[in-house]
């Protein structure tokens, strides 16, 4: 249900098209699609820019959310019937200040100007369209400090439990 498929398929695309422009994707993490996923990003000669990592934790993680520019949280909740969700790596990559793409809904983060919302569904992710959004992110203020700021006033516990006893009132 994470869908990494779908953004190497969208890098790849833009890539063949642009191939001047300089893009990265790091993909942390192993499990049971991993060898899937290698196999697509060799298919589509995409090894050059399309990168694996294995799993990370502590501060080799974090050394990879800090050299970062933005993040891809899951894509394809579909496949799971999950078309509202609330993941953990959303909200560590606002931490991180980390702009990011999301495909489900998720209650944190509705009409959120820091988050690129693609479809949740198998259609075609446009890389041209994410690209375009992150440059209006970046160039409408929002860094790394304000993303970060978002998530130390709304996503911590004290945050929470405010808005619990708020709401039972």
């Given at each position: 249900w994470h869908g990494f498929d779908?953004?190497?398929?969208?890098?790849s695309d833009f890539k063949a098209k642009n191939s001047n422009i300089i893009i990265n994707l790091n993909i942390v993490g192993d499990g049971p699609d991993l060898k899937r996923l290698i196999n697509l990003t060799e298919r589509l000669s995409a090894s050059d820019f399309i990168k694996f990592h294995g799993e990370k934790t502590g501060k080799e993680l974090e050394d990879m959310y800090l050299n970062s520019d933005m993040a891809v949280s899951s894509l394809a909740g579909f496949?799971?019937?999950?078309?509202?969700?609330?993941?953990?790596?959303s909200r560590e990559y606002c931490l991180y200040g980390l702009p990011f793409v999301l495909a489900s809904k998720d209650p944190d983060f509705y009409n959120c100007d820091f988050v690129i919302n693609v479809e949740n569904s198998d259609s075609e992710i446009r890389f041209e369209d994410i690209l375009s959004e992150y440059i209006n992110i970046r160039s409408n203020g929002?860094?790394?400090e304000s993303i970060h700021s978002y998530a130390k006033e709304k996503l911590t516990f004290e945050a929470k439990k405010k808005e619990i006893i708020s709401e039972s009132r």
């Amino acid at each position: 249900w994470h869908g990494f498929d779908r953004i190497i398929n969208s890098i790849s695309d833009f890539k063949a098209k642009n191939s001047n422009i300089i893009i990265n994707l790091n993909i942390v993490g192993d499990g049971p699609d991993l060898k899937r996923l290698i196999n697509l990003t060799e298919r589509l000669s995409a090894s050059d820019f399309i990168k694996f990592h294995g799993e990370k934790t502590g501060k080799e993680l974090e050394d990879m959310y800090l050299n970062s520019d933005m993040a891809v949280s899951s894509l394809a909740g579909f496949r799971k019937s999950l078309f509202i969700s609330s993941e953990i790596k959303s909200r560590e990559y606002c931490l991180y200040g980390l702009p990011f793409v999301l495909a489900s809904k998720d209650p944190d983060f509705y009409n959120c100007d820091f988050v690129i919302n693609v479809e949740n569904s198998d259609s075609e992710i446009r890389f041209e369209d994410i690209l375009s959004e992150y440059i209006n992110i970046r160039s409408n203020g929002f860094g790394k400090e304000s993303i970060h700021s978002y998530a130390k006033e709304k996503l911590t516990f004290e945050a929470k439990k405010k808005e619990i006893i708020s709401e039972s009132r």
